[in-house]
Structures are given as structure tokens and as C-alpha cells.
């Protein structure tokens, strides 16, 4: 199983606001890349959103998630949006991977993100799949939110609705919007594989809508009921289950998965370029597979930590480790040992107990937390035992480095 990886990320939305996203990355390269719609008036960062792009993530794909306009952390006034801008937000987050990494292969909507997805699947010709979670057939369906304040909204051209116990502000356009879009047509010319996933017991947006989806929709198509979830799929068993079907039915139409290199005998480490950034870079470390990156700022995604950060988490665990062994040893009352490195160029002249006397040189600040009750003759041996870890003499000591090329 892979650990995903989280970053936050910011795109330009359909009306020039700046939209908060999160980019949930598998370690190693991505099998394929997923753009996920929350629901109405939801962020990304809803359980149901978060549980199943991390799930995904771990099981190879990475997944974007973002705010709509107006919603969450993104800019923009949300009364001033609508289903067409939702549309629009989501051809612009699949435009973000398509410059930065590769053109999304895959589509969730949850809710209203569903329907929105399947209005602007048309317009994605790298698709190879769309899903659906407890999504309407219409965008209409959400006038039974409206309903109580449908006169005001006609009258006065705004009004306040309550959705999931919190007000929101909508104005007549919103309505006179959704009422303006038909997806029959636009579920009909999808031209990639459609799973359309649904609970029975969903009492927000009624099982027909599965129903009218996958009626619409043209072969290869899926339905997969989701039992016992509520419209909001708040249980974790039940997320966990969408991921695991969702992933298991995307691999049918995914490209073959790049072949991996098999896993290194203890001791050795491989790196190699993953094509999906200017320094991304796969890690296997024995049958560990990592990433490696560089800041935004130097032209990196900072998909992973850099080649001095592993240097310090070298340092720091070979220093946590060998405290850890040393006290188990002794037999000292140590409940914890935490490691802080920085690692900076600084010059000769300024370091007084250095051999060397002119230009630069590789100054790394280590700073240990030692927890636990210990004499402070016990503190002082331990930060003597410190120095004596095997990193920390191999960064001391005259390394020696031959580099071949491979035959």
C-alpha cells in the first residue's frame, strides 16, 4: 500500500478568483491522475471528499480536489456563482493538472459536483472514466432546497436558504441557471466508461436519479449501490468502500500501470526521474518507494522533500535511534527523543572550532528534545552518545564516492 502525500495548491477559477485546492499524490509516480467535485455548497475538505481522494491516493492515483468559487478557502462571492460556473471551475482545475502534471483520466463528482461532472465530461477528450456519488440526474433537483423561499428569491432576486444547518445567500440567477440545463444529452455523449454510484436509503437525492444516469448513459456503463450511506457518505467503512470499488473499476480502463522496478535488497537505493514534474523523482529505498522534489520556488512541485532535507532525516533518525538504543542499554528513564536539523553554507572564518579557515562550508544545526526524568550528567552523556551515531560520523569522515555508468 502507498502513503499518500497532501499539498495545497491554488488555480485561477472560472471567474478569475483564486481557487484553493489540494493535490493528493500516491508515493511513487501516479497510475493515473482524478479531478474530485464536492457537493452543493461543501468544500474539499468534507470527510467524504478527504477520506476518498487520501484512499485513491494510496492506491495509486492522485486525486485534486478543490473549492469552488465562493466556497471553502477560495475567492469569490458564492451568490454570485452558479451550476455553469461550477462547470466552468472544473474544466479549469483539469486544465491546472494538464499544464502541471498530465490530463485527468478520471472525474468524481459527489452531489451537485456529479452533475457537474457530467455536464463538462463532454469537454474532456482524455477521459477514460466518470464518476458519480449520489448525484442528481438534473441540476434541477436542488429547487427542493429552494422551495421556501422560492417566492422571495422571485420577488426580491435573492434570498437566504438553509442547506445542512447553515445559511446560504443565492440569487435568482442561480435559479433561472440550473433551470437552463438539460444533462440527458450530455450524459448520452460521454464517450468513456460511467459509474454511477448510489445509496438506496439516500433521502437528499432519491435513488431515481441513479436510475435516470445510467439510463441515459451509453455502454460500457456500471452501478454499485452503496447500501446502508447516507448522501453525505459520512461513515468511514462506507467512503472507504466507494475508494476500493472506484479504484478496482477505473483499473479496467486505465493504461497497463508503468512497470516498477522491483524492490531493492536492504542497503541499496535507487532514484530515478518520474516524468511528472522539471525534479520529480521515484525513491525505492529497499521495498520503501519514496519521492524526492524540489521547492516551487526553484522551478520544483515540491511533491517531496529535497535531496538535503533526506540528508537531515538521515541524520536526524540514525541520531533518535542510536539515543533510543544507548538508554535501553543503560537502562535510563528516556520516554522520548525528538530531532530538529537545519542545514545552512556558512563561512570558514565563522565556525571557531573548524580546521578549515577560508571559503564556505556545510554548517547542519542539530537540536535534540530529550524527554523523560534523567540527572543531568545523564542529559549531557546522551548528547555526547549523539555524535557517536554511524551517520554522523560517515558526514564527518573522508566519504569516498565512484560513479560508473551502467552497461
Request: aromatic residues 4%; glycine residues 8%; proline residues 5%.
Amino acid at each position: 500500500m502507498q502513503v499518500s502525500q497532501g499539498r495545497m495548491i491554488e488555480f485561477d477559477g472560472s471567474q478569475g478568483h483564486t481557487l484553493a485546492a489540494r493535490l493528493d499524490m500516491p508515493s511513487g509516480t501516479p497510475r493515473a491522475f482524478a479531478v474530485f467535485a464536492h457537493c452543493f455548497t461543501c468544500t474539499k475538505d468534507i470527510p467524504a471528499a478527504t477520506r476518498i481522494a487520501e484512499a485513491l491516493a494510496r492506491l495509486g492515483i492522485a486525486v485534486l480536489r478543490f473549492d469552488f468559487t465562493g466556497l471553502g478557502s477560495s475567492e469569490g462571492e458564492f451568490a454570485s456563482t452558479n451550476f455553469s460556473s461550477n462547470v466552468e471551475d472544473l474544466l479549469c482545475a483539469a486544465d491546472w493538472l494538464a499544464q502541471h502534471y498530465q490530463p485527468p483520466a478520471l472525474m468524481i463528482g459527489h452531489s451537485l459536483g456529479g452533475a457537474a461532472v457530467l455536464a463538462a465530461a463532454s469537454q474532456l477528450p482524455d477521459l477514460v472514466g466518470v464518476v458519480t456519488i449520489a448525484a442528481p440526474a438534473e441540476p434541477t433537483n436542488i429547487e427542493r432546497l429552494i422551495a421556501p423561499q422560492r417566492d422571495e428569491l422571485e420577488s426580491k432576486g435573492e434570498a437566504e436558504i438553509m442547506v445542512a444547518g447553515r445559511p446560504i445567500r443565492i440569487r435568482k440567477q442561480f435559479l433561472d441557471d440550473i433551470r437552463s440545463h438539460t444533462l440527458r444529452d450530455k450524459i448520452a455523449a460521454i464517450q468513456c466508461p460511467l459509474l454511477v454510484m448510489h445509496s438506496p436509503k439516500d433521502d437528499v437525492v432519491g435513488i431515481e436519479n441513479a436510475q435516470a444516469i445510467f439510463d441515459a448513459a451509453m455502454h460500457p456503463k456500471s452501478f454499485v449501490s452503496l447500501a446502508e450511506a447516507d448522501h453525505l457518505i459520512k461513515r468511514r467503512q462506507d467512503t472507504d468502500y466507494v475508494a476500493a470499488v472506484l479504484s478496482a473499476w477505473a483499473t479496467r480502463y486505465l493504461p497497463e500501470e508503468t512497470q516498477r522496478p522491483r524492490d531493492n535488497e536492504s542497503g541499496v537505493v535507487t532514484v530515478g526521474e518520474s516524468g511528472l514534474g522539471k525534479f520529480h523523482q521515484d525513491v525505492l529505498a529497499g521495498r520503501h518507494r519514496l519521492v524526492a522534489d524540489e521547492p516551487v520556488g526553484i522551478g520544483g512541485d515540491d511533491a517531496g522533500p529535497g535531496p538535503y532535507e533526506y540528508v537531515l532525516a538521515g541524520l536526524g533518525a540514525c541520531t533518535s535511534m542510536t539515543l533510543r538504543m544507548y538508554a535501553e542499554h543503560k537502562k535510563l528513564p528516556l520516554e522520548r527523543v525528538s530531532v530538529r536539523l537545519t542545514h545552512e553554507k556558512i563561512h570558514a572564518k565563522d565556525c571557531a572550532e573548524c580546521e578549515q579557515r577560508e571559503g564556505k562550508l556545510d554548517h547542519i544545526q542539530r537540536t535534540i528534545e530529550i524527554v523523560g526524568d534523567l540527572s543531568d550528567e545523564q542529559r549531557e552523556r546522551m548528547l555526547q552518545i549523539a555524535d557517536r551515531c554511524p551517520v554522523h560520523r560517515t558526514l564527518e569522515s573522508n566519504v569516498h564516492i565512484t560513479t560508473v555508468e551502467k552497461g
